[in-house]
């Protein structure tokens, strides 16, 4: 079945610098990538995603990358701000069903 | 963007009651949505696939009889733990993802912190 691995589980970066979180994935079929941004306490929040048949996609700072033959996908934000900091999560689609499955998370902190 | 609402927020009961939880789209239809488990510092661990009108499907591991789920409705899925234990305190959460194509957007509801004493 679908695998998703994400890296790092921590990242702490300079305000104004650029992070970078990365994920992988094990079913060359799935063709939906979510990202989520959670707060302590709260929902998980959808920030960007991107499907199968595009290569990249940028939302004001934040940019998602996918590279299917490798099949890993990244997310990148720039110019980090202090309420970038929380917990980040990747999915994969699982094909033909509505299920996601989630990588473990990345928890980002922005130091001021 | 879809608003799906999630009570109680927070639970705190004695070992051995039932504890209900509720999940709603509030402005649009999902015959599918999720029920997932969430601890501290970790990832969101998928229990279960409601289904309107249909036996829910767990995931490997997770207990039918302890987890029960109804999804009666096109905008309401509850899970119900029943004898609840310690071991059962978490958060949880649920999603849904309006009825239509398969890979759309799924939303979240707020959680629910369950603490059983």
């Known amino acids: 079945g679908e695998n998703v691995e994400q890296h790092p589980s921590t990242l702490s970066v300079q305000e104004g610098d650029s992070a970078v979180i990365k994920c992988t994935y094990s079913d060359s079929a799935s063709n939906y990538f979510p990202w989520y941004k959670q707060e302590l306490g709260k929902r998980p929040q959808l920030i960007i995603d991107?499907?199968?048949?595009?290569g990249e996609k940028k939302d004001q700072r934040i940019a998602v990358t996918l590279n299917k033959t490798a099949k890993h996908f990244s997310l990148h934000i720039t110019e980090t701000q202090p309420e970038d900091s929380a917990v980040y999560f990747c999915a994969a689609s699982i094909p033909g069903t509505y299920k996601y499955i989630f990588g473990t998370g990345t928890r980002l902190k922005v130091l001021a | 963007g879809a608003v799906v609402s999630q009570h109680p927020s927070w639970v705190i009961c004695k070992s051995g009651t039932s504890v209900k939880i509720e999940c709603r789209s509030l402005d649009f239809q999902a015959t599918t949505m999720f029920w997932y488990r969430q601890f501290p510092k970790q990832s969101l661990m998928l229990m279960a696939t409601s289904n309107e009108g249909s036996k829910a499907t767990y995931e490997q591991g997770v207990e039918k009889d302890k987890f029960l789920i109804n999804h009666a409705s096109l905008t309401l899925s509850t899970l119900t733990v029943t004898s609840a234990h310690p071991e059962d305190s978490s958060f949880y959460i649920c999603?849904?993802?309006?009825?239509?194509?398969?890979?759309?957007?799924?939303?979240f509801g707020s959680g629910t912190q369950l603490s059983v004493l």
């Open positions: 991107i499907r199968s048949n595009v």
């Open positions: 999603s849904a993802q309006p009825t239509g194509v398969i890979g759309e957007k799924l939303f």
